[in-house]
């Protein structure tokens, strides 16, 4: 069961809605486009709404609607998503970006230094659903003769200073969008908002073509009612009579959906604030954030990093919103530096955006929390792979293919299967290796020393080689799993077992083994003349299902506590806990013969 970080809610009368117009007359361009207008006009209180297939197409037909054109600025945030700047290059202009404050949203006191006498449009961005701060923005649009469109994707239902975001009252344009993740969908689908007829018409006219069929409207002399005329360069940014449908059963539930999602960001906002190292967002004097995400901060990109891997392994999922959008190695092209805005640069190092949906269940939220608190406390896990070039049983034992691929492939995948490593590295002397390793998804980070690329040197000799060489970069580890290079047999469930095991009986080592021959102790050996001698004659007079099981090392990984193997420098300790593991699981790839018979299991057990 995995929590992801926002979703749609439909139910069953947004789907009869739906079901409804595609068993009318019209599935496109009929009435329920019109009604949807109106009632999103009337729920954020504006004149005019205009609906187009995308939020995309919304900002684009905006910026159009404006009259941006070629050569021509747009100043917005680099803290946003990519299409809020793409508008200004749909049309020929130059997205200016303007720095961030510590909310995330626009610096209002930094627009006017990037005011030219080219700058025509500005879009602040109501990112996570708080609007930005309007009245100064207007103030600066006033001074300047600017446009403001606001970019209001995130924040249907917000309200700025007792008003709502989208009424246009400090700005010419709003544009929404109803992506699934927005708090209302129609599957795709954008709106335009405004209070002027003439960007209302001019909206219209762009979003068919360019095309009008209204008389009075016309150039030239109607011909005939068939007649209609293309005045202008627009596109098809239609939405569907079904789609509005959707939206208009969506929008019935916008008051409980924003209720719920202010319901559930109140409960982080108190939990979420006694936990050391996590910093939430506040909304602004006199603004309702209308929380299309949820937004927490870390110290740095690396405990970000940990974090997002974190949660991903108890199944919830986050994303990060935004990655500045002039580092984008499309914007990198036009000419933008990294290091232009600062704030926003440093911002978006830290930020992951936690699960936010109207249908998030209070058990839901409390595995978030849970899980965001326990992260200080948790494991930080190395899973290291030692795999040595010079093998002389086996030539190129651990790259040598295993049935379809490198068998060294098999270890690292079940490691980053697992979900429970902070890195998967592999620990070798050869180049050869090291490049197949890292394109199956393990990391190098150096290389073997040749003091330790011999025979001579054990297992524990490499881990702590590893383990040193981490530590003099500053990254210290609690747990290390070592695992075999010629180990198709792990599972990633097995890897959790030992690690669970590991961290609840505090135990110095885990690894699994395999109960062998437990009649061992009754072995024979051959002695001259060819006659049957007894190895351990002691046990001659006892039952063999009487004699103590024996086991041995089943070949696939030593799960280990850091610290107290850097004390006694051994894997296998007084203290150390098995895991027992089928025979059928466990093999030992010493030679051709065990490779084969390995194989030969593993089409039998996988099927593969
Ligand atoms: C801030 C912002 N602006 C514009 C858009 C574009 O909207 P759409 O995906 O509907 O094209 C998005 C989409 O996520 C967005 O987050």
Same mark, same amino acid.
């Given at each position: 069961?995995?929590?992801?970080?926002?979703?749609?809610?439909?139910?069953?009368?947004?789907?009869?809605?739906?079901?409804?117009?595609?068993?009318?007359?019209?599935?496109? +361009?009929?009435? !329920?486009?019109?009604?949807?207008?109106?009632?999103?006009?009337?729920?954020?209180?504006?004149?005019?709404?205009?609906?187009?297939?995308?939020?995309?197409?919304?900002?684009?037909?905006?910026?159009?609607?404006?009259?941006?054109?070629?050569?021509?600025?747009?100043?917005?945030?680099?803290?946003?998503?990519?299409?809020?700047?793409?508008?200004?290059?749909?049309?020929?202009?130059?997205?200016?970006?303007?720095?961030?404050?510590?909310?995330?949203?626009?610096?209002?006191?930094?627009?006017?230094?990037?005011?030219?006498?080219?700058?025509?449009?500005?879009?602040?961005?109501?990112?996570?659903?708080?609007?930005?701060?309007?009245?100064?923005?207007?103030?600066?649009?006033?001074?300047?003769?600017?446009?403001?469109?606001?970019? @209001?994707?995130? @924040?249907?239902?917000?309200?700025?200073?007792?008003?709502?975001?989208?009424?246009?009252?400090?700005?010419?344009?709003?544009?929404? $969008?109803?992506?699934?993740?927005?708090?209302?969908?129609?599957?795709?689908?954008?709106?335009?908002?405004?209070?002027?007829?003439?960007?209302?018409?001019?909206?219209?006219?762009?979003?068919?073509?360019?095309?009008? !069929?209204?008389?009075?409207?016309?150039?030239?002399?109607?011909?005939?009612?068939?007649? /209609?005329?293309?005045?202008?360069?627009?596109?098809?940014?239609?939405?569907?009579?079904?789609?509005?449908?959707?939206?208009?059963?969506?929008?019935?539930?916008?008051?409980?959906?924003?209720?719920?999602?202010?319901?559930?960001?109140?409960?982080?906002?108190?939990?979420?604030?006694?936990? #050391?190292?996590?910093?939430?967002?506040?909304?602004?004097?006199?603004?309702?954030?209308?929380?299309?995400?949820?937004?927490?901060?870390?110290?740095?990109?690396?405990?970000?990093?940990?974090?997002?891997?974190?949660?991903?392994?108890?199944?919830?999922?986050? *994303?990060?919103? /935004? =990655?500045?959008?002039?580092?984008?190695?499309?914007?990198? +092209?036009?000419?933008?530096?990294?290091?232009?805005?600062?704030? @926003?640069?440093?911002?978006?190092?830290?930020? =992951?955006?936690?699960?936010?949906?109207?249908?998030?269940?209070?058990?839901?939220?409390?595995?978030?929390?849970?899980?965001?608190?326990?992260?200080?406390? !948790?494991?930080?896990?190395?899973?290291?792979?030692?795999?040595?070039?010079?093998?002389?049983? =086996?030539? &190129?034992?651990?790259?040598?293919?295993?049935?379809?691929?490198?068998?060294?492939?098999?270890?690292?995948? @079940?490691?980053? #299967?697992?979900?429970?490593? #902070?890195?998967?590295?592999?620990?070798?002397?050869?180049?050869?290796?090291?490049?197949?390793? *890292?394109?199956?998804?393990?990391?190098?980070?150096?290389?073997? $020393?040749?003091?330790?690329?011999?025979? &001579?040197?054990? +297992?524990?000799?490499?881990?702590?080689?590893?383990?040193?060489?981490?530590?003099?970069?500053?990254?210290?580890?609690?747990?290390?799993?070592?695992?075999?290079?010629?180990?198709?047999?792990?599972?990633?469930?097995?890897?959790?077992?030992?690690?669970?095991?590991?961290?609840?009986?505090?135990?110095?080592?885990?690894?699994?083994?395999?109960?062998?021959?437990?009649?061992?102790? !009754?072995?024979?050996?051959?002695?001259?003349?060819?006659?049957?001698?007894?190895?351990?004659?002691?046990?001659?007079?006892?039952?063999?299902?009487?004699?103590?099981?024996?086991?041995?090392?089943?070949?696939?990984?030593?799960?280990?506590?850091?610290?107290?193997?850097?004390?006694?420098?051994?894997?296998?300790?007084?203290? +150390?806990?098995?895991?027992?593991? $089928?025979?059928?699981?466990?093999?030992?790839?010493?030679?051709?013969? #065990?490779?084969?018979?390995?194989?030969?299991?593993?089409?039998?057990?996988?099927?593969?």
């Amino acid at each position: 069961m995995t929590i992801p970080y926002g979703k749609q809610t439909i139910d069953k009368v947004d789907i009869k809605a739906v079901s409804d117009v595609l068993g009318s007359e019209f599935l496109t +361009t009929g009435p !329920r486009v019109k009604e949807f207008e109106e009632k999103f006009a009337s729920f954020v209180n504006v004149k005019y709404a205009v609906v187009v297939s995308n939020g995309t197409a919304a900002l684009h037909l905006a910026c159009l609607a404006a009259g941006l054109k070629k050569g021509e600025e747009l100043i917005t945030t680099p803290m946003t998503f990519a299409a809020s700047a793409n508008c200004a290059l749909y049309c020929g202009a130059k997205p200016v970006f303007v720095d961030i404050k510590e909310n995330g949203l626009i610096d209002e006191s930094l627009i006017e230094k990037r005011v030219t006498p080219k700058t025509k449009i500005i879009i602040p961005v109501h990112i996570g659903g708080l609007p930005c701060d309007m009245e100064k923005i207007q103030a600066i649009a006033k001074r300047y003769k600017l446009v403001v469109i606001e970019d @209001a994707c995130h @924040a249907l239902g917000a309200e700025y200073k007792g008003t709502k975001t989208g009424d246009c009252k400090y700005s010419d344009m709003a544009v929404f $969008s109803f992506h699934p993740v927005k708090h209302i969908t129609t599957g795709e689908g954008g709106m335009i908002t405004t209070n002027s007829k003439v960007l209302y018409e001019k909206l219209l006219l762009l979003r068919t073509h360019g095309i009008t !069929r209204i008389s009075d409207k016309l150039l030239n002399k109607k011909e005939g009612p068939w007649f /209609y005329e293309m005045q202008e360069l627009g596109f098809n940014y239609r939405l569907t009579d079904f789609q509005c449908a959707l939206g208009i059963s969506q929008l019935t539930k916008i008051r409980r959906f924003v209720a719920k999602r202010l319901a559930i960001a109140k409960i982080y906002d108190t939990a979420l604030s006694k936990i #050391d190292g996590i910093e939430i967002i506040k909304p602004s004097e006199g603004c309702k954030d209308a929380y299309h995400l949820y937004v927490i901060k870390v110290k740095d990109a690396e405990t970000r990093l940990d974090l997002f891997n974190y949660l991903k392994s108890k199944g919830i999922f986050c *994303q990060v919103h /935004y =990655i500045p959008v002039y580092w984008h190695p499309y914007y990198q +092209t036009l000419g933008y530096k990294k290091g232009l805005c600062p704030n @926003a640069e440093e911002f978006y190092g830290k930020i =992951i955006s936690i699960p936010m949906y109207p249908s998030l269940k209070r058990w839901e939220q409390n595995k978030v929390i849970e899980a965001i608190g326990s992260f200080r406390k !948790r494991k930080k896990i190395l899973a290291l792979i030692p795999a040595r070039g010079g093998s002389k049983r =086996i030539p &190129h034992k651990n790259i040598k293919n295993f049935l379809s691929r490198p068998i060294i492939s098999y270890s690292i995948k @079940a490691a980053i #299967d697992s979900n429970l490593f #902070d890195e998967v590295m592999v620990s070798t002397d050869d180049k050869e290796i090291a490049e197949i390793a *890292q394109k199956y998804g393990a990391k190098v980070p150096f290389l073997r $020393s040749i003091k330790n690329s011999s025979d &001579h040197a054990t +297992t524990a000799d490499v881990i702590e080689e590893v383990l040193t060489e981490y530590l003099k970069r500053g990254i210290k580890y609690d747990y290390v799993c070592c695992l075999y290079a010629t180990a198709p047999f792990i599972t990633p469930e097995k890897l959790v077992k030992a690690k669970k095991r590991l961290e609840e009986l505090e135990v110095d080592s885990v690894f699994p083994v395999t109960r062998f021959n437990s009649d061992i102790k !009754r072995s024979f050996r051959i002695e001259d003349g060819g006659r049957l001698k007894m190895n351990w004659p002691k046990y001659s007079n006892i039952r063999s299902q009487d004699i103590v099981a024996a086991y041995h090392d089943a070949g696939q990984f030593y799960f280990l506590d850091v610290k107290n193997f850097l004390v006694q420098k051994r894997i296998f300790t007084n203290n +150390t806990l098995p895991i027992i593991t $089928s025979e059928l699981e466990a093999q030992d790839i010493n030679n051709d013969e #065990d490779w084969k018979i390995a194989e030969f299991k593993y089409k039998a057990l996988v099927g593969k």
